[in-house]
C-alpha cells in the first residue's frame, strides 16, 4: 500500500486492532472490507476475495443470506431487548435452547448463553469450580488444556489457551490451568512411532500432569475435538478414546469446545460426533449465528446440571449472567441459521465437498514447500517447511506464512499464516468449483512465493 486514504488514517487513529501489531498497522493501515456476497467479499476498492476463513472460522452460510437479515429485522420489531435473569425470558432464547439440546441425541440436557466464545469459556470454568464447590471438594480446581489449544481472551480463558501470544505481557496463564503436550503428530511423533502409540503417549502426558498436580486438585480436561487456531491439528487416531479414559478414571469433566467445530465444520453436526466424544459441557459459537450477531452457548449434561441447579437453591441463585445472555435477535437468527444449515444441507456438504478440499490440497503434498497437508470436511491446512525430508521449519518461524498470507490478497484468496501453517476454512455453502477455484489461487500463490526464496 502506497499512500493511505482518509479512512485509513482515521482507522489508524482512532482503533486499537485485536490480534494486530499496533506500530506496523499505523505504517501499512488496513484493509477495508466493505461488503460481501456469498463466500465473497470486496474491500473498498471493490477487489473481490475468497473468504478462504470465513471470516473467523464462523460464516456458514455466506455473507449475505437475507433470510438472517429478516429474522433479525422481525426480531429487532418485536422485541429487540429482553434479559433472561431472574425468572425472565422470550420465546427466542427458549427455542433456541430446545433446538440445541435436541441437536445432541439427548447427551446434553440445558444450554446457557453468553455473546463470545471467550466468555463462555469463562463461564464452564466458573461452572467447573461451582460444580466442585457443591461437591464439597473445594480442591478439585485446576484445569487441564493442550499447548496450541485455543479457548478464548478473557483472563481465564486465555489461561487455558496454550499459545504463547495470549500469555506474553498479559501476566498469564493463572496457576489453575495447565497444559500437557500438543497431539500434532507430524511434530510431535517420534521416529518409528505409530499414530496409535503416539495417541497412547499423549494419554500418558496427561496422566503423568495429573498424578504430578495430584487427581484430587485437577477437575476437567478442556479440548477442541480438532483443534483450529493453533494450527488445524487433527486428533490422532484414537486419541479422544484413549484421553476419555484418562479422564474419567480421575473423576474429570470433560469439555469439548465445538466453537469452530459446531454445526458443520468437520462434515457431522459436532465434532463430538465424529470422535465419539462424551462430553459433560459442551461450547458452541461463531457458525451458530454464521456470526451475523454475537452468541455462544455452553449446553450441561444431566450430571454436571443436577449439581449446578442444586447448589444454585443452596446459596440463593446461580450468580453469574451477562446482560446479553440469549439476546433475543441473535437467539432469533441463530435459530434461523440453523434452520438454514438443515434445509440446504451444509453438513453433508461440509462432508462431500469437504473431500474435494482435503483432495485438491493432498494434490500438493510434493511441492517443495509442503510439508504437511492435514484436515478433514471443511477444514485444512498446509504445513509449509524449509526442508521436507527432516520436516526442518523455517527460521524465523513464521516468515514464510506470513509471506504466503500476504501475496494470496493478490490473487483474491483470504487465508490465516499460523506460524508457517496456511489454514483453510471457507463457508460451508462452498461448491466444489469454488473449492477448485480457491486451490488454484492459493497453488499459484504458493510458486510465487517459493520463487522468492
Ligand atoms: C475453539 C475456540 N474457542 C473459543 C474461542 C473464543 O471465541 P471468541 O473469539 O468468540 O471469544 C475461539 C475463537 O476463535 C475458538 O476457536
Redesign the pocket.
Known sequence: MTSLSPAQQRDITYQLHPYTNAVKHSQIGPRIIERGEGIYVFDDQGKQYIEGMAG??SVAVGFNEQRLVDAAQRQMQKLPFYHTFTHKTHTPSIELAERLVQCTNGQMSTAFFTN????A?DTVIKMVWYYNNALNRPEKKKIIARNRG????TVA?ASLTGLAPNHRGFDLPLPAMKHTTCPHYYREGRPGETEEDFATRMASDLEALILREGPETVAAFIG?PVM??GGVIMPPNTYWDKIQAVCRKYDMLIIA?E??TGFGRLGTLFGSEKYRIQPDIM?L??QITSSYLPL?AVLLNDKVNAVITRQSGELGTFGHGYTASGHPVATAVAIENLNIIQEKGLVDNAASTGQVLQTALRALADHPLVGEVRGTGLIAAVELVADKGSRRPFDPLGSVGAAVYERAHEHGLLVRGIQDSIAFCPPLIITESQVHDMVDRFATTLDEVHKTL
Not at 116 to 119: D, I, Q
Open positions: 473467523l472460522w463470545s466464545g471467550s466468555e469459556n485455543y479457548h478464548g481472551v480463558s477442541e483450529g487456531a469446545d466453537v469452530i461450547v459459537s461463531k455462544a
